[in-house]
C-alpha cells in the first residue's frame, strides 16, 4: 500500500507501477495540485497496461448524486463517503476487484 499527498502524485504513482502492483486505488477527489477526477482522468488515459482495468473508487464527503456521477464520469468505478465506514469501503473495494477478475 503507497499513500501520496496529492493527485498528481498518484497519477505518478501508477504510472511508475507495474502491472499487479496495485489491485485498486482509493482516490480522494479533493487534493491539492490535481483533483482526484483529474487523476482518475489520466490514469485512464495512460497507456499504462492497467489503465482501462485498475478500480479506482472516489473518496469525499460530497455524497449528493451530482457528486456520485462527477466521479463516475471522471472514469472510478464506484464512490465511497467520508467519513468513511470500513464494512462500506471493504465490501467496495471488495466488489470492484471481484468484478475486475482479481481473487
Not at 47 to 55: D, E, F, L, R
Not at 58 to 84: C, E, Q, R, W, Y
Amino acid at each position: 500500500m503507497d499513500c501520496v499527498e496529492d493527485g498528481r502524485q498518484a497519477l505518478e504513482a501508477f504510472l511508475a507501477s507495474k502491472p499487479g502492483d496495485y489491485a485498486a486505488i482509493l482516490m480522494d477527489v479533493q487534493m491539492p495540485v490535481m483533483d482526484g477526477h483529474e487523476a482518475a482522468r489520466r490514469i485512464r488515459s495512460s497507456g499504462h497496461p492497467q489503465a482501462s482495468a485498475i478500480p479506482i473508487i472516489a473518496t469525499t464527503a460530497n455524497a449528493f448524486s451530482d457528486d456520485i456521477s462527477a466521479a463516475l464520469a471522471a472514469g472510478m468505478n464506484a464512490h465511497v463517503g467520508k467519513p468513511l465506514d470500513v464494512a462500506q469501503l471493504c465490501k467496495t473495494l471488495s466488489d470492484c476487484i471481484r468484478g475486475n477478475g482479481h481473487e
